[in-house]
C-alpha cells in the first residue's frame, strides 16, 4: 500500500514571484497550470491512499475546479474532501477562504467517513475514512503551540477508539519536529514512518520536518522517500506500507 502526504499550497505554486507585487499575491493567481504538473507528478506515483492539505474546493483562482476531484479523476480514485474551518467559522463565509479544505483519495472503496472538528485553533478539520484494512486521519494542524497541543489530545481520543490499523498523516505545522510529537506518538502508540527526521518545509532549502505519516501496529514500513518536487512550498512524503495484522 503506497501512501502520500502532500501540503499542495492550493496548487498556487512557489518561486519569488510568489510575493509580487504584494506579500502572499501569489495566493490569488490562477492554478491550473500548476495543479497540471501536481496531478502528473501523483499520477507517476500511483499511490493507494493521498492525503492533500491546502486543496482548493472550486474558488474563481482555481476556475472554479474542485483539486481534489480533478486529482481523484486522473488516479482514478475514490475521494473525500471537506473544508478546513469548523461550521461556524467566519473562514466558510469569505471568498476563497471558504473553498479552502484538505482531502483524501483512495484506490479502494471507502468503507466510512467522518468529519471531526477540534476544540481550538483555526483549522479544525479531522478528516477520517475507514477502509476495509486501515483506518486513515488527515490532519492540519495550528500555527500555535498550544492549540497544537489540545489538538493532539484530540486526536489521541479519536485514534484510541479504532480497532484496525491506523495512518495519521498530515501537516503538523510542529516547528521542533518529531520532539514535539514524542508525547502525543507515545501515547496513540504510533511510529514516524520517517525515521531519520527529514526535512519537509521549505521545498526549497527544508530545514524543519512540519509533515508527518504517522502509522500504529499492524502496518510495516518496506519504503519512505521525501521526493526532491518543487511544485509547492512543501515537499511530499512517500511511504510504502505492509498491512501485517491487527492494529490495536
Known amino acids: 500500500m503506497r501512501v502520500l502526504n502532500y501540503n499542495i499550497r492550493y496548487a498556487t505554486g512557489i518561486g519569488p514571484g510568489f510575493h509580487f507585487p504584494l506579500p502572499l ?19 507517476d506515483l500511483k499511490p493507494d491512499l493521498v492525503g492533500l492539505t491546502e486543496v482548493d474546493m472550486g474558488s474563481f483562482r482555481a476556475g472554479a475546479v474542485n483539486q481534489a476531484e480533478h486529482i481523484a479523476e ?11 474551518y469548523a461550521y461556524h467559522s467566519l473562514n466558510t463565509r469569505l471568498p476563497i477562504v471558504k473553498k479552502q479544505g484538505n482531502a483524501i483519495l483512495t484506490s479502494q472503496p471507502i468503507v466510512q467517513e467522518h468529519f471531526h472538528y477540534f476544540d ?9 475514512i475507514e477502509l476495509d484494512e486501515v483506518v486513515m486521519y488527515l490532519v492540519h494542524l495550528s500555527v500555535k503551540y498550544r492549540h497544537r497541543h489540545y489538538q493532539l ?26 520532539y514535539e510529537m514524542h508525547l502525543f506518538m ?10 531519520t527526521g527529514e526535512p519537509t518545509y521549505p521545498s526549497w532549502a527544508p530545514s524543519r ?15 519512505f522517500e521525501v521526493p526532491d518536487i518543487r511544485l509547492s512550498d ?13 492494529g490495536r
Open 120 to 128: 481550538a485553533g483555526i483549522k479544525r478539520l479531522i478528516l477520517e
Open 153 to 178: 489530545r484530540n486526536l489521541h481520543s479519536l485514534i484510541s477508539q479504532r480497532r484496525k490499523p491506523v495512518i495519521v498523516a498530515g501537516d503538523f505545522n510542529t516547528f521542533w519536529g518529531d
Open 186 to 195: 507515545e501515547a496513540a502508540r504510533l511510529r514516524n514512518a520517517n525515521p
Open 74 to 84: 486522473a488516479l482514478g480514485h475514490f475521494h473525500s474532501f471537506e473544508s478546513k
Open 25 to 43: 499575491a501569489g495566493y490569488l493567481r490562477p492554478t491550473g497550470k500548476n495543479l497540471a504538473r501536481i496531478t502528473r507528478f501523483i499520477e
Open 209 to 223: 520536518q512540519l509533515d508527518f505519516i504517522l502509522h500504529s501496529d499492524g502496518l510495516e514500513v518496506d519504503h
Open 234 to 246: 512543501h515537499l511530499p512524503l512517500v511511504c510504502d506500507f505492509r498491512v501485517t495484522g491487527q
